[in-house]
Structure formats: C-alpha cells, structure tokens
Nanobody, 123 residues
Framework: QVQLVESGGGLVQAGGSLRLSCAAG????????MGWYRQAPGKQRELVAS???????NYADSVKGRFTISRDNAKNTVFLQMNSLKPEDTAVYYC?????????????????WGQGTLVTVSS
C-alpha cells in the first residue's frame, strides 16, 4: 500500500519560512502528479500547488510568488518551500499523489493522501 509521509510543519512568525516534504513509499507505483492541499478550520480543503512528473506546476493565486513546489522523481518526494508566510496560511497541509499502483498484478489508479502536517503562522 502506498503511503505518503509528510514533515516540516510547525509554528512560525509572519514573514517567516517553512519547507514541507512528502515522501511516497510502499509497493510498486508510478506517480504522475504530486501536490499540496491545505484545510483551515471551518474551511474546505483547497489546492495550494501541484507539479507533474515533467515539472509543470500550478499554484493557487493566494500563494503565487511566495510558495515554490518541487519534486525529486527518483525519490518520489515533493517539497513545498513557503516564504513570506501570512497568518492566513495557517492550516493543516496535506500531500497528495496520483498515478497508478500495481495491485495483485494489475495496474490500478492511485490517489494517495498524507496524514497532514500543521502549519501555524503567528501575527
């Protein structure tokens, strides 16, 4: 079973930086896109940034120019560098990976989520 393990969350003052990491492991799989989502209290989960295996990226308007997503395909790892953090960036950040996974000799769609890591930005 494919698992995503996140790290790097924490408490930071406004204007500070954090770097999130997410590594995929377990089983035989092929990942196409990886991304970061976040969910603030009382709000729906939203896409923060995504990146394909070829390196194409997509960002939410609210983080453009402040956040940078990157990945290491060889290590099935995705990173989110977050700079100039604002209190409104406070949320639980979730890693996502989609592609396909080998299950009992059959390739099946993969849509995996991490457990979430809390990012708190104080004013």
């Amino acid at each position: 079973q494919v698992q995503l393990v996140e790290s790097g969350g924490g408490l930071v003052q406004a204007g500070g930086s954090l770097r999130l990491s997410c590594a995929a492991g377990g089983g035989i799989f092929s990942i196409n896109a990886m991304g970061w989502y976040r969910q603030a209290p009382g709000k729906q989960r939203e896409l923060v940034a995504s990146i394909t295996s070829s390196g194409s990226t997509n960002y939410a308007d609210s983080v453009k120019g402040r956040f940078t997503i990157s990945r290491d395909n060889a290590k099935n790892t995705v990173f989110l560098q977050m700079n100039s953090l604002k209190p409104e960036d406070t949320a639980v950040y979730y890693c996502n990976a989609n592609g396909r996974v080998l299950d009992s000799g059959v390739w099946r769609p993969l849509d995996a989520w991490g457990q979430g890591t809390l990012v708190t930005v104080s004013s």
